[in-house]
């Protein structure tokens, strides 16, 4: 998942980390001294001052920030002379640098050191905030001068980048309701403005019970998990105040886990109804009564557009287009999905039998019986194949992968010469290979914590664009391990170390960026994740295993064997990965299809499911209370089905260098890759930027081969 930049000024439906420039005369006399607003300075072009960062001047900064972009736009929306490209579009993307700069450090408090104090200037702001962006997407003189540069475009187009930021500011725009009536505009900012309340007290819900919900062990509790595990989890406990005991916390990075290996099946279930109960227990953070009410207002605010529903007004600017094609792809999956889930579970059922366990499947007992058909079919262990995926042996790996398709080198910078924001935080600097030439900066924030969201995420505190100079990028990846006991060595699942490299493919597309205006960051959420997809193929290429995969105590290579057992399984447990996923985004699409007219939340979920035909032995991926993707903002709302499409298009493309002469290191294909799929970013339309790559569409049947499902014939 990736927090992705968009301009401020040209207004995406929320408002992320943005990029910043040398500040204007005016505004370097308006600007207070409060540190969070400050132009960076230091090395690597400047750098944000993680160092002096404090929840007491957010509300002045954001409060300040906002003040100078208004008065920007007002600049530009009262302009006498006539609207042109450069005084308009060009104006508003130089517009909002010193607000970008407290957003970058607001996005820090909010998602990797969250406080109760925080917290309460967060619920403050966001209703400010809402108005704020609605006086820029109500501007009427704005969007009028907006409107005169896009219509003679239409009639002389500019050149192709230039083209496309004045296509995307305009349907922005159009999105956000500036065609509106007064009374309607003003109906929509109050509804944009309640979701923004709504939306930050979901998400604070969230973290509530993730941090209150923790369970806690004794010595004669631990059967089946790891020695580096329990360690883990005993510092944790001490941290939090209960030396001698072992926490597990309400995080997948340490539910995941415990679920997989504890023999302790009382257990599993409180630890397995602690994670799929957040924000569900019927207290004062129970998110259902938020949820119904965050869909009425969406179906109201799009409906004063005339659009039958959210999805219809979320998907036409996808890739997908409509709810329909996203519903048929999924609808495609679902049956081969569920089909192969049933497998699985008699497989598991029939272990469990042996074993003498007299139980029946439930969703705690999944992950528990699966490793052991993994065992008994594959003879693969999981936990042995761990003792080789070492975090920074796996970091190591990523740059080398880099290095081999994009000609980056990754080098640490001094320790305390580049401000963090954590001590767990550690940044290197990227450069061409060849050259020496300087890309940017990344940072890692590898370990879970209090305070932290749940999950794994990518971001950028500077993004790449030309329009004003050259500037380098600082992009960030931010992962949920359990940080283990002193001396320990990191050892991470496949599925983890897979993640890492998913989120290292946002990285990179950040990096390796080649556009001139701050809008074509921007993504189209069905395709952007499709980038990070592909890049976790080369977790399992030969060079990388061979290289980096290896011994955490003994330093021996993983053994041929091993290596045969994990590629053999490599379909192993697809249909659990498959349903879970597809469950929550089908959920996701079918709630924002129906009419939330008095909506009963959790019995939506259980009929929509039943309907489904949801295989009653495992969850939802996310379910509902807790779905931060689509209901504590709206960045996948009705899009969370776009990992789906992502994986056609990897799945696809992957099928390009396996038919390559060079494979996974090809060196034409891996320049391709570059030029057509990462490089343009939003510069260019990402269908046609595919079939420059691929020479012609994506097709579903490389889907359906990876995962082990059977082929539909048409």
Request: charged share 30%.
């Amino acid at each position: 998942m990736s927090s992705k930049s968009i301009k401020v000024a040209v207004l995406g439906t929320m408002i992320l980390f943005a990029s910043c420039k040398e500040e204007s005369k005016t505004n370097d006399k308006l600007m207070s001294d409060n540190a969070l607003i400050q132009e960076w300075t230091g090395p690597y072009e400047g750098v944000p001052a993680f160092d002096k960062m404090n929840v007491e001047d957010v509300k002045a900064a954001m409060e300040e920030g906002m003040a100078l972009n208004l008065a920007e736009i007002e600049t530009i929306a009262n302009n006498t002379e006539a609207p042109t490209f450069e005084n308009t579009i060009v104006a508003m993307e130089s517009a909002g640098k010193a607000l970008n700069r407290v957003f970058t450090y607001y996005g820090i408090m909010s998602a990797n050191t969250s406080s109760p104090e925080f917290r309460a200037v967060q619920t403050e702001l966001a209703p400010k905030l809402s108005e704020f962006r609605s006086k820029i997407s109500q501007n009427e003189k704005l969007f009028q001068r907006i409107k005169v540069v896009y219509d003679a475009s239409q009639k002389t187009p500019l050149e192709p980048q230039a083209q496309r930021v004045v296509d995307l500011t305009y349907k922005s725009f159009e999105m956000n309701g500036a065609n509106l009536d007064a009374e309607k505009k003003k109906r929509y900012a109050a509804i944009n403005k309640e979701l923004s309340t709504l939306y930050t007290k979901f998400s604070n819900n969230v973290l509530h019970d993730e941090e209150n919900y923790v369970t806690y062990l004794t010595k004669d509790q631990l059967g089946g998990l790891s020695d580096g595990f329990i360690k883990s989890a005993a510092k944790i406990a001490t941290d939090k105040g209960e030396a001698g005991k072992y926490a597990i916390t309400n995080t997948r990075s340490s539910m995941d886990p415990f679920l997989t290996y504890s023999t302790n099946r009382e257990l599993r279930k409180q630890v397995w109804e602690n994670y799929y109960s957040r924000g569900d227990n019927g207290d004062e953070y129970d998110n259902n009564i938020l949820i119904a009410e965050i869909l009425k207002l969406r179906k109201e605010r799009v409906g004063l557009m005339d659009y039958d529903n959210y999805a219809e007004w979320r998907l036409q600017d996808r890739m997908a287009k409509t709810p329909d094609n996203a519903m048929e792809l999924m609808l495609k999956v679902w049956p081969a999905a569920t089909a192969r889930v049933k497998e699985e579970v008699a497989d598991m059922q029939t272990v469990a039998n042996e074993l003498g366990d007299n139980i029946t499947i439930e969703p705690r007992d999944y992950r528990y019986y699966a490793e052991k058909v993994r065992k008994k079919k594959y003879d693969l262990d999981s936990d042995e194949v761990k003792q080789y995926l070492q975090l920074d042996k796996l970091t190591d790996a990523m740059f080398f992968t880099a290095g081999e398709l994009f000609n980056y080198k990754f080098t640490p910078v001094e320790e305390r010469s580049v401000p963090v924001f954590h001590a767990d935080v550690k940044v290197w600097e990227v450069t061409d290979k060849d050259s020496g030439k300087h890309i940017g900066l990344w940072y890692l924030d590898p370990y879970a914590r209090e305070g932290k969201r749940s999950g794994a995420w990518a971001t950028t505190y500077r993004s790449s664009d030309s329009f004003e100079g050259e500037k380098n990028v600082l992009a960030s990846n931010n992962s949920n391990f359990v940080k283990p006991a002193p001396g320990e060595a990191v050892l991470v699942s496949w599925d983890d170390a897979t993640t890492f490299f998913h989120e290292f493919g946002h990285a990179l597309h950040f990096f390796s960026a080649d556009v001139k205006y701050p809008t074509l960051n921007g993504g189209v959420r069905d395709y952007t994740e499709f980038q990070s997809q592909l890049l976790e193929r080369w977790l399992s290429t030969d060079k990388v295993i061979n290289q980096f995969l290896v011994h955490y105590k003994t330093g021996e290579p993983i053994p041929a064997s091993l290596v045969e057992k994990i590629k053999k399984a490599s379909t192993f447990n697809q249909g659990f990965g498959t349903t879970e996923y597809l469950a929550s985004a089908l959920i996701d699409m079918k709630l924002h299809l129906a009419d939330p007219t008095n909506i009963d939340i959790d019995k939506f979920e259980r009929e929509t499911l039943d309907e489904l035909g949801m295989p009653k032995e495992l969850p939802m991926r996310h379910r509902t209370p807790h779905f931060g993707h689509v209901f504590s903002g709206e960045g996948y709302a009705t899009a969370y089905y776009g990992y789906m499409w992502a994986d056609v298009l990897t799945s696809d493309a992957s099928e390009a260098f396996r038919e390559a002469e060079g494979g996974f290191y090809d060196k034409e294909v891996a320049d391709k890759l570059v030029k057509y799929l990462f490089a343009p970013r939003n510069a260019m339309d990402p269908a046609e930027a595919y079939r420059k790559f691929r020479g012609r569409d994506a097709k579903i049947e490389a889907l359906m081969r990876d995962r082990g499902f059977p082929v539909p014939q048409d």
